[in-house]
């Protein structure tokens, strides 16, 4: 099967989350499992920069509205995946990350953006795609790629089946309602039964309305977002659309993420050693600037500094988790509020916190090493992936009980124990106290160490790979294959002279 995967992220040359990670390791995965990939991506300087023998494959002079003009550049990746790349540095050519300007704001043409992105996954997945490459599959990743399945609803013809996956609900792309005509959209787009939320325009709403499947990146999540409290405004819709719902645990990159072999990490260990855990803990606090005790448990946390990942609850009781006794290193990035208060916190207990803003990939892996307690007290997490790299490391994690955290952590209790399951400490009630709690009952476990032993190798020996996850998303992608060829006879052709080759 070939299958075009478009995503406004892609690690490591541009993420914000773990969208950009799960853009490279799942198509990496699916090319594995012998189907053929292509990732559909803007050409952001990081990429151009990594790829300067990318050739143009094709030219969309007038892709719509009043969008840009852009080329497709097409480069291989070293692991086998076909890259294609929308060169338009009017667009993608500028400071900042994917969606924010240096000083953390939206840019202004956002709507553009992600607009062409839509618009050209859209005409590469149509009848008047100007490549030879024809995809049996669509495959859409979140809000900025939204309009795709709009687009090609309304141009007609015949065209890939899409499906839109949903990373994080929260965010959905909604913009004034008078952007319509320069997304190069029709007024009839303008609808309940399409782009239209709240007299707004939603790329998010547009791909959960016109895609044919909806996958989100969990299956605790799946069942979240028919909700109110998780469906922020589109439970409705997607409650309607349930049989076209699934959801699929994102995996990890187990190769990169392999205590037994990290270049990041000073000291190697796998389960069944664990001493060398020990050493990298040790140089954590070496690197941080955190005393060496040997007897006060190190509690880690890789996350952006944000209230939905719970980080409020956590400065809350940072107080109380200095007399527990326990140290703190954190790396992260967002709220502004939130960072001068942790980092006061910090200023506050020199020696037993450690905050650090920013982003670190060296430093990210050698806080999974060097923690014994990793802490993710989010609010609502569609998968998370720390909690995945926590218990590959021998990190037993603390987690709210939500999307893909309870799919991936089973709380230590005398059931789970006893039949081998536990591997960390969940709960269920979003307050600073309840946080305090469970951070308590897992401190009592780390002072048990034939207890915490079982709870490291019971995380360690799971797999987190993404072989399963592939096969889900083949099984997916065979249905909609299947469909389309039986629907192949009576969709005609619809000219659009929007793309031309190159």
């Given at each position: 099967?070939?299958?075009?995967?478009?995503?406004?992220?892609?690690?490591?040359?541009?993420k914000?989350?773990?969208?950009?990670?799960i853009?490279?390791?799942?198509?990496?995965?699916?090319h594995?499992?012998?189907?053929?990939?292509?990732?559909?991506?803007?050409?952001?300087?990081?990429?151009?920069?990594?790829?300067?023998?990318?050739?143009?494959?094709?030219?969309?002079?007038?892709?719509g509205?009043?969008?840009?003009?852009?080329?497709?550049?097409?480069?291989k990746?070293?692991?086998?995946?076909?890259?294609l790349?929308?060169?338009c540095?009017?667009?993608y050519v500028?400071?900042?990350?994917?969606?924010?300007?240096?000083?953390?704001?939206?840019?202004?043409?956002?709507?553009?953006?992600?607009?062409?992105?839509?618009?050209i996954?859209?005409?590469?997945?149509?009848?008047?795609s100007?490549?030879?490459?024809?995809?049996?599959?669509?495959?859409?990743?979140?809000?900025?790629?939204?309009?795709?399945?709009?687009?090609?609803?309304?141009?007609g013809?015949?065209?890939?089946?899409?499906?839109?996956?949903?990373?994080?609900?929260?965010?959905q792309?909604?913009?004034?309602?008078d952007?319509?005509?320069?997304?190069?959209?029709?007024?009839?787009?303008?609808?309940?039964?399409?782009?239209?939320?709240?007299?707004?325009?939603?790329?998010?709403?547009?791909?959960?309305?016109?895609?044919?499947?909806?996958?989100?990146?969990?299956?605790?999540y799946?069942?979240?977002?028919?909700?109110?409290?998780?469906g922020?405004?589109?439970?409705?819709?997607?409650r309607?659309?349930r049989?076209?719902l699934?959801?699929?645990?994102?995996?990890?990159?187990?190769?990169?993420?392999?205590?037994?072999?990290?270049?990041?990490?000073?000291?190697?260990?796998?389960?069944?050693?664990?001493?060398?855990?020990?050493?990298?803990?040790?140089?954590?606090?070496q690197?941080?600037?955190?005393?060496?005790?040997?007897?006060?448990?190190?509690?880690?946390?890789?996350?952006?500094?944000?209230?939905?990942?719970?980080?409020?609850?956590?400065?809350?009781?940072?107080?109380e988790?200095?007399?527990?006794?326990?140290?703190?290193?954190?790396?992260?990035?967002g709220?502004?509020?939130?960072?001068?208060?942790?980092?006061?916190?910090?200023?506050?207990?020199?020696?037993?916190?450690?905050?650090?803003?920013?982003?670190?990939?060296?430093?990210?892996?050698?806080i999974?090493?060097?923690?014994?307690?990793?802490?993710m007290?989010?609010?609502?997490?569609?998968?998370?992936?720390?909690?995945?790299?926590?218990?590959?490391?021998?990190?037993?994690?603390?987690?709210?009980?939500?999307?893909?955290?309870?799919?991936?952590?089973?709380?230590?209790?005398?059931?789970?124990?006893?039949d081998?399951?536990?591997?960390?400490?969940?709960?269920?009630?979003?307050?600073?106290?309840?946080?305090?709690?469970?951070?308590?009952?897992?401190?009592?476990?780390?002072?048990?160490?034939?207890?915490w032993?079982?709870?490291?190798?019971?995380?360690?020996?799971?797999?987190?790979?993404?072989?399963?996850?592939?096969?889900?998303?083949?099984?997916?992608?065979?249905?909609?294959?299947?469909?389309?060829?039986?629907?192949?006879?009576?969709?005609?052709?619809?000219?659009?002279?929007?793309?031309?080759?190159?």
């Amino acid at each position: 099967m070939k299958i075009l995967f478009a995503t406004p992220e892609l690690a490591p040359w541009m993420k914000s989350g773990g969208l950009g990670e799960i853009s490279w390791s799942l198509p990496a995965a699916l090319h594995e499992a012998g189907m053929d990939v292509c990732i559909l991506a803007p050409a952001y300087a990081p990429l151009l920069a990594a790829f300067p023998d990318a050739r143009q494959v094709a030219e969309f002079a007038h892709p719509g509205g009043s969008l840009l003009s852009a080329r497709l550049l097409e480069a291989k990746a070293d692991n086998g995946v076909r890259l294609l790349l929308i060169d338009c540095p009017g667009y993608y050519v500028r400071a900042g990350s994917a969606y924010l300007d240096g000083a953390g704001n939206d840019f202004s043409d956002n709507h553009l953006r992600f607009g062409l992105l839509s618009r050209i996954a859209a005409l590469l997945a149509g009848s008047a795609s100007p490549l030879r490459w024809h995809p049996d599959v669509l495959h859409c990743n979140d809000w900025p790629c939204g309009l795709a399945p709009a687009y090609l609803h309304f141009m007609g013809g015949a065209a890939a089946p899409t499906v839109m996956s949903i990373h994080n609900l929260a965010f959905q792309g909604i913009f004034q309602a008078d952007r319509l005509e320069a997304l190069g959209l029709p007024p009839a787009a303008f609808a309940i039964d399409g782009v239209e939320f709240w007299d707004k325009l939603s790329f998010m709403k547009a791909g959960l309305h016109y895609a044919q499947r909806i996958i989100t990146v969990s299956p605790r999540y799946a069942e979240e977002i028919q909700t109110e409290e998780f469906g922020y405004g589109f439970a409705g819709l997607l409650r309607w659309r349930r049989e076209d719902l699934t959801g699929i645990l994102n995996g990890i990159d187990m190769r990169a993420w392999d205590p037994a072999t990290d270049l990041y990490l000073p000291r190697h260990y796998e389960f069944a050693h664990l001493k060398g855990k020990d050493a990298n803990k040790t140089a954590l606090r070496q690197r941080l600037g955190l005393e060496p005790a040997t007897s006060c448990p190190l509690l880690g946390v890789v996350s952006r500094i944000t209230h939905q990942k719970g980080l409020d609850l956590l400065a809350d009781i940072g107080e109380e988790i200095a007399l527990l006794p326990a140290q703190l290193a954190l790396l992260g990035s967002g709220d502004k509020h939130l960072e001068a208060a942790l980092t006061e916190l910090a200023g506050r207990h020199p020696g037993r916190f450690s905050v650090t803003l920013g982003y670190d990939e060296g430093l990210a892996h050698q806080i999974e090493a060097g923690s014994d307690i990793f802490l993710m007290p989010s609010r609502f997490e569609p998968c998370g992936l720390n909690q995945m790299y926590s218990l590959r490391y021998g990190t037993p994690p603390v987690v709210r009980a939500t999307g893909g955290l309870a799919d991936t952590v089973v709380d230590c209790n005398e059931e789970t124990l006893a039949d081998g399951t536990a591997n960390g400490f969940a709960f269920t009630e979003p307050s600073a106290q309840v946080l305090l709690e469970t951070i308590r009952r897992a401190l009592s476990a780390w002072h048990d160490k034939a207890l915490w032993r079982k709870l490291q190798r019971n995380g360690m020996l799971l797999d987190f790979g993404w072989a399963k996850a592939a096969e889900a998303y083949r099984m997916i992608y065979a249905g909609l294959a299947k469909r389309k060829k039986a629907d192949r006879a009576h969709s005609p052709a619809a000219p659009d002279k929007a793309g031309t080759a190159a």
